[in-house]
């Protein structure tokens, strides 16, 4: 692992949490959560049958507009979760803040215990700071493969993706095929930006993760993200060691 230290100066509060709600901007987003809210009615009504449509919820930002805007307007779509092991305290306090505002319970998969054990046993307990071969083998056993089995007889998922947040997702499509998974996968926020993002969140007063006032733009597993200073890209902080054409944990990559 190479200790990369940023010299940016840090700021006392974040800004980018706390934007600026002029009535453009509001309006913007207006309009882009009418334009969400349209996309996940239409998938509804072609994949929404027998529970066929899902969508991840890692409790960024971005999947906390996506949770508001299904459990606000009580579509049916069915949310859940993945929980690694190694989450910040914070990611589980904000899961409580949810199931207890929308009155819901949220549908949580763990992975195999056994797969997590013969990991550790055999490269060590934070072997992913040592290679992206080995960082890559730890996502898929803690997240790969149990997203697997959520989306096991599932037609379409939703995601909180936005082209905006790394190299690996510009060009990111509102609908595409998951050749990796085998079904169709929706990213209703592709064309959003950061502030819209946060604007939303202000103007309905929606929960989320209380690391994002700490500079923590994105967040994964505990071990593996950091905060990042003014002026830095918001996926600095994920996987910091690494080059970042290689940010992805497998959930996300498509295959060629």
Known sequence: MTGAVSLLRPAA??????????????????????AALAL?????AE????????????????????TDLILREALPIEIFSLDTGR????????????????????????????????????????????SVELRKACCHVRKVEPLRRALAGKKAWITGLRAAQSTTRTGLPLREFDDGNGLVK???????????VWAYIRMHEVPYNA??????????????????????DVRAGRWWWEDPASK???????KG
């Open 211 to 232: 690391l994002h006032d700490q500079f923590y733009p994105s967040i994964g597993c505990a071990p593996c993200t950091r905060a990042v200073a003014l002026g830095e």
């Open 186 to 196: 929706l990213n209703p926020l592709s064309d959003w930006s950061e502030t819209e």
């Open 87 to 130: 989450l910040p305290g914070e990611t589980y306090t904000l899961i409580g803040d949810v199931e207890r505002r929308y009155a819901t319970r949220l549908k949580v998969f763990f992975p195999q215990s056994d797969a997590v054990e013969t990991y550790v046993r055999t490269h060590g307990m934070n072997a992913f700071y040592d």
């Open 47 to 66: 994949f929404g049958a027998n529970g066929e449509l899902t969508f991840a919820n890692s409790f960024g930002a971005e999947d906390m507009v996506l």
């Open 40 to 44: 996940l009615r239409d998938v509804v």
């Open 13 to 34: 509060t974040n800004p980018a949490t706390r934007p600026e709600l002029t009535d453009a901007l509001r309006a913007a987003v207006a309009a882009k959560s009418a």
């Open 248 to 254: 992805e944990c497998g959930l996300h990559v498509k």
